[in-house]
């Protein structure tokens, strides 16, 4: 059954549109990430989902109840927000006990709770620390544990690890995910970071400009991305402009600039359509040999740059145009190519992705990153 | 379910209702009161200010004389505190240095002290033996009430007692807005090798320009609103505040209330075109000329030239302007008290000591504890009652589309001269207008609601957008507390400080004010129109220790400021 289910949700401010007909079910217990770029309606989505904002048009529905309208304190929503909200005029005590409180359970209830769920955030020794004393985890710990002392039903997250640094933002994403996953929440959580999204969630939602560019698991969205946006936003990809000259059963023949041509496994193209070939880094590999069955194109490489086990090459193709590959250093047989070398760059037709061009064009699709 | 939150959604409408009806009645229709009186009587005011029959024009003559005094005062006032407020701002908010809170406090000191107390305190030290003149050994005062100070044809002591009064508003707010700007701009302006006075030039005065902007119309409207002690200190020249309370208790109302509206429309013409400016500023501003390039290569010069040379300059000579204008006159009160204690020390007599003026026939002594009563009282009925407009006009301000327009409307009460609008309340709720409260202590009550309401709203909102309350709201109602719960369980602790310092202000403020109050009360007298009582019937011993009196009774109050604001 689904928990959160959203039909046609569109929400304007002004002129802007800031969200256009979203449809989305999420099921019970599920761990969802809202992937995209700034601006793209994230936020707007949590705060309707938490009742802080109303939809212009289309329904909400938690639990299977119509909840339009329905003020955000009778939602079992809890939003966190970026700095976590901690009240800064009460202590770790009295913040997880704030819900409860509200809600006037009695005293040993509230109790009882209280320490329970401080106790499993392992929190306990610190109840009587105010917010400004606690480190950037801990905050998140409590802030945690008072939104399941409250209640919640639904965890809404956004950009939870914003505030922190770095290397502990690694740490937590782990750490919360299990504490969240333990609980049996439904969590909805925002966030622009590919690689945090891939590593967290159940289910990937990528959102652009107010609408929802593809849905799926961690795996689909990176192995089998839907559009060139996708592509490029989650572990991006070198593009190529070019137009189909050539087209049978086994394949087609694109013919990029300068005459270049590429031959790719995708047979629903026609001749004479304006496409764009999409090939990951990892699946361009470079060598001094031509390799059989592959794309073959003649470079010179122009940068090195060493990124922790692996290095990313750029080469410069005859026509000018730039291709990025990224090799993986094992242990022995690989080698290293220095600037200024010239290279076969190498890719299987089988890699190359080819979308219809887009009719904003390629940078604009690239570029709203 | 539905039902409930039917009813929620009303009573939150019925509050907001509420607190805008008692918001409109209490303190706009009071502002703007008397514009519409002079247009409903206009024949009576056409006869008496234009066309009276055995004086004519005469009155409009004194209108146009006293307002171009008040100008000049007014304007050559704000001309020296930005001269010297501007270097004495920078210092308080980029330098840390032993003794800086003191000086802070001695700089918001005017602002507390009860205006006809420290008025009378300036004038002792100037003008009588007792001050500057015995400490030069003189036979007499320094002075005399209408020495004239050069070039700007002001008396003296006027001039320097407008200085003091206004002079924390150009440095407070500067320093606040000087604060707000990120210290690396500076720095980056240094490392690319300009010196301080370039740098100030080119970077903070721009930035700045806003603060400047609004602390200069700030202390132009005290100045030109200021009654207590320009009451006392101003000998034979009027300025229109002081004319207004002449008028009103020489019942030439009409009169009293043209100018009254003169004076509200002037007040109104300065601060809508600042509003605006400063909001526009938040967006970036920039001097939107250039200047021709050897006259920069000039400027710069002489800018090296002046920050390697007299740099102490500026430093010590706001300094000393703080000292003489603040610490002066205080000492000598607190002095003079202690001399005159039991007889006058140049006579001898025990009819000119404090004792005898006191406790003797005169039996000021009674005046007094019943004016500190009677003080008392109004502060803290009219500082209740505005608090609890306060705080809901507040959460309207920030929540409303309209709250711009309501915070706009709020600056009038605090810039329009306070005599203005005793006349306006005296007008609306006397008898000659709703005839619903006479003079005495209950108008001076609603008068004083009138600029206490804006006191505690600003000191509220500046509470509330420093705090992201809206986002600790919104977390409590996603955590199960409903509208109501959230403001009370969240954001009203949130508040809490400048609640309380918004309270103390308002009931400072009420203690010290003089225009206002001398047209309203009626029989009922408060402490600093007791002090102007004592000077015009020349019992200065009595006076002086009224004053001391309540000086010590606003440090008490700072004290209670500085404990809320650091807290």
């Not at chain 1, 402009?241 to 990029?256: A, C, L, N, W």
């Not at chain 2, 004319?243 to 509200?264: N, Y």
């Not at chain 2, 005599?419 to 005495?440: C, D, P, R, T």
């Not at chain 2, 009582?533 to 009595?542: D, H, T």
């Amino acid at each position: 059954m689904s928990m959160v289910k959203l039909v046609n949700v569109t929400k304007r401010f002004g002129k802007i549109v800031a969200l256009r007909g979203i449809n989305l079910s999420i099921g019970d217990g599920e761990y969802v990430c809202v992937l995209g770029p700034t601006g793209a309606g994230k936020t707007t989505l949590l705060r309707i989902i938490a009742g802080l904002l109303e939809p212009d048009e289309g329904e909400i529905y938690i639990g299977g109840k119509k909840v339009n309208g329905v003020p955000p304190e009778r939602r079992s929503a809890v939003y966190m927000f970026q700095n976590f909200a901690l009240f800064p005029h009460m202590n770790v005590w009295e913040n997880v006990s704030f819900g409860p409180v509200i809600k006037e359970w009695d005293s040993e209830k509230i109790r009882n709770v209280t320490s329970e769920v401080l106790e499993m955030v392992r929190l306990g020794e610190r109840r009587d620390a105010y917010p400004n004393e606690l480190s950037g985890g801990m905050q998140q710990r409590v802030a945690l544990a008072r939104g399941i002392a409250a209640g919640a039903r639904i965890l809404l997250l956004d950009e939870p690890f914003g505030a922190l640094d770095a290397r502990l933002r690694v740490n937590l994403r782990t750490q919360l995910r299990s504490l969240i996953k333990d609980q049996g929440l439904t969590t909805i959580h925002v966030t622009h970071d590919q690689e945090e999204a891939l590593m967290v969630a159940d289910r990937v939602v990528i959102l652009r400009e107010g609408r929802i560019e593809q849905i799926g698991s961690p795996q689909e969205i990176y192995n089998n991305p839907q559009s060139i946006f996708a592509m490029s936003f989650v572990g991006g990809a070198n593009f190529f402009d070019g137009v189909v000259y050539k087209s049978d059963s086994s394949g087609s023949t694109i013919e990029i600039r300068g005459g270049l041509s590429i031959r790719v496994l995708d047979t629903t193209k026609k001749i004479g359509e304006r496409v764009v070939i999409a090939i990951r880094r990892e699946d361009v590999s470079l060598g001094k040999s031509r390799r059989r069955g592959f794309n073959n194109l003649l470079g010179e490489v122009v940068d090195a740059m060493f990124v922790g086990g692996s290095i990313e090459y750029v080469v410069k193709l005859e026509n000018d145009v730039s291709v990025s590959s990224r090799i993986l250093l094992e242990g022995g047989d690989s080698r290293i190519f220095r600037r200024g070398e010239i290279v076969i760059v190498s890719f299987h037709p089988s890699e190359c992705r080819v979308f219809q061009y887009p009719e904003r064009g390629l940078l604009k699709e690239i570029e709203a990153i | 379910m539905a039902m409930e939150l039917r009813m929620a959604d009303f009573s939150s409408k019925l509050v907001v209702l509420c607190s805008l009806i008692a918001f409109i009645i209490f303190v706009i229709l009071p502002t703007f009161y008397l514009i519409s009186y002079v247009f409903l009587r206009w024949d009576e005011v056409w006869y008496e200010v234009f066309a009276n029959p055995i004086i004519g024009d005469e009155n409009w003559k004194q209108i146009i004389k006293v307002l171009l005094f008040s100008f000049r005062l007014s304007l050559s006032t704000v001309a020296f505190d930005l001269i010297f407020g501007i270097p004495l701002a920078y210092v308080l908010a980029r330098k840390k240095f032993p003794g800086k809170s003191l000086l802070e406090d001695l700089v918001t000191l005017p602002l507390v002290i009860p205006t006809s107390g420290f008025g009378f305190a300036t004038l002792i030290t100037w003008t009588t033996i007792a001050g500057l003149g015995g400490l030069l050994r003189l036979r007499s005062g320094l002075m005399s009430l209408n020495t004239m100070a050069p070039f700007i044809n002001i008396p003296f002591v006027l001039f320097i007692v407008h200085i003091a009064l206004t002079f924390p508003y150009v440095v407070r707010t500067l320093e606040t807005k000087i604060q707000s700007i990120d210290v690396t701009y500076e720095i980056a302006s240094r490392t690319l090798g300009a010196c301080s006075l370039t740098t100030f030039r080119n970077i903070l005065f721009p930035l700045s320009l806003p603060g400047i902007f609004s602390g200069a119309v700030l202390a132009f409207a005290r100045s030109l609103g200021e009654t207590g002690a320009t009451l006392i200190v101003s000998g034979v020249s009027a300025t229109a505040s002081i004319a207004i309370v002449r008028w009103a208790s020489e019942f030439k109302l009409s009169t009293a209330a043209f100018m009254g509206s003169l004076l509200v429309l002037i007040a109104w013409v300065i601060i809508l075109p600042a509003e605006i400016y400063v909001s526009r500023g938040r967006r970036g501003s920039g001097i939107p000329f250039s200047l021709p390039t050897n006259l920069v290569r000039k400027m710069l010069r002489l800018e090296r030239f002046l920050s390697r040379n007299f740099s102490l300059i500026k430093d010590v000579v706001p300094l000393v302007i703080v000292v003489i204008t603040v610490i002066i006159p205080i000492a000598v009160v607190l002095n003079s008290v202690i001399l005159y204690w039991s007889a006058d020390p140049y006579t001898g007599k025990v009819e000119g000591g404090v004792m005898y003026q006191l406790f003797g026939p005169s039996n000021y002594f009674g005046h007094l504890l019943r004016s500190t009563l009677t003080s008392i009282i109004v502060a803290l009925i009219s500082t209740y009652i505005s608090t609890c407009i306060a705080i809901p006009i507040s959460f309207i301000i920030e929540r409303r589309w309209y709250g711009r327009i309501i915070r706009t409307m709020l600056k009038v009460p605090l810039i329009i001269p306070t005599s203005s609008l005793g006349l306006s309340v005296l007008l609306l709720w006397g008898s000659s207008g709703l005839n619903l409260v006479s003079s005495g202590i209950w108008m001076i009550i609603l008068t004083h609601i009138v600029f206490s309401v804006p006191v505690i709203v600003e000191s509220i909102i500046a509470a509330y957008e420093g705090s992201g309350i809206q986002m600790y709201e919104e977390s409590a109602r996603t955590l199960g507390a409903t509208a109501y719960n959230a403001i009370e369980t969240v954001s009203l602790p949130l508040i809490k400080g400048g609640i309380f310092t918004g309270f103390i202000l308002s009931f400072t403020r009420s203690l010290g004010e003089t225009g206002a109050t001398f047209i309203v009360m009626g029989r009922d007298v408060t402490i600093p129109v007791l002090v102007v009582n004592m000077v015009e019937a020349l019992a200065i011993p009595a006076a002086l220790f009224t004053s001391t009196y309540l000086i010590i009774l606003s440090l008490v109050m700072l004290s209670i400021i500085r404990i809320f604001t650091r807290g």
